[in-house]
């Protein structure tokens, strides 16, 4: 499998303060795509943004926000001034497979702890 | 909404008993994933399925099998439960069989098995 990594196991920010979440991916793909999903302590995951290989812009969601970067094989997520119900696990993901049903690789997830 | 429902929240199983775990999602949704979830490992995949009567194996398909008779149930089995089968399970389904098509979740089933 072509994997994401993510070097940050635990991390823990007061609220309001800027947190960044890294992602590093592995790929021998020119066409690819890489997801972010947040795991809240209910348990399910929900999808948070889908980026392809072609589209390096930084996107913004509000107070999200990502970077994506092919020279350094990054897709960062920057959370701004943070709140405590921003407190998850978060994960990277990639899909495993240029085609067929979209299983993905996922990384070991980022634990964010917003203290208030 | 896309809705995943998994039968379970918490389970507790006896080494040596058949689980089987339920997954259902109502959106008629292609294809179906089963994960497991463990601390410092992120989510594996066990199995997926992207049709009636089909399933693939994942990263981690020993000790489960899957059963996908109808196009909205997805269910994942335990044939002989093991102490090592004790995790939080994901189920899955996504809409097509392309790459760039987000998953949907179910809430999750933490088996323990004793």
């Known amino acids: 499998a072509q994997k994401v990594t993510q070097a940050q196991t635990e991390i823990s920010v007061v609220e309001k303060e800027d947190v960044t979440l890294d992602c590093v991916y592995e790929t021998r793909d020119t066409t690819y795509y890489l997801f972010w999903y947040k795991q809240p302590p209910s348990g399910e995951l929900v999808f948070l943004i889908r980026r392809n290989s072609f589209d390096e812009q930084n996107e913004i969601s509000g107070r999200y926000s990502w970077n994506f970067q092919k020279s350094t094989s990054s897709f960062n997520f920057t959370i701004t001034a943070s709140q405590v119900v921003d407190s998850a696990v978060y994960f990277c993901?990639?899909?495993?497979?240029?085609?067929?049903?979209?299983?993905?690789?996922f990384g070991t997830g980022t634990r964010l702890t917003v203290i208030p | 909404d896309v809705k995943v429902t998994q039968s379970s929240r918490y389970l507790v199983k006896r080494t040596g008993e058949k689980v089987f775990l339920e997954c259902v999602q109502d959106?008629?949704?292609?294809?179906m994933f089963w994960y497991r979830q463990d601390p410092g490992l992120g989510l594996r995949l066990i199995y997926f399925s992207y049709d009636v009567k089909m399933k693939e194996k994942g990263d981690i398909p020993e000790g489960y099998s899957v059963s996908r008779e109808k196009k909205e149930r997805f269910s994942l089995i335990l044939e002989s439960a093991s102490t090592n089968q004790t995790s939080m399970y994901l189920c899955a389904s996504s809409f097509e069989r392309v790459m760039y098509d987000e998953q949907f979740f179910g809430p999750g089933t933490r088996l323990t098995v004793l």
């Open positions: 959106m008629d949704h292609e294809n």
């Open positions: 993901a990639r899909p495993q497979a240029q085609t067929g049903a979209n299983n993905l690789f």
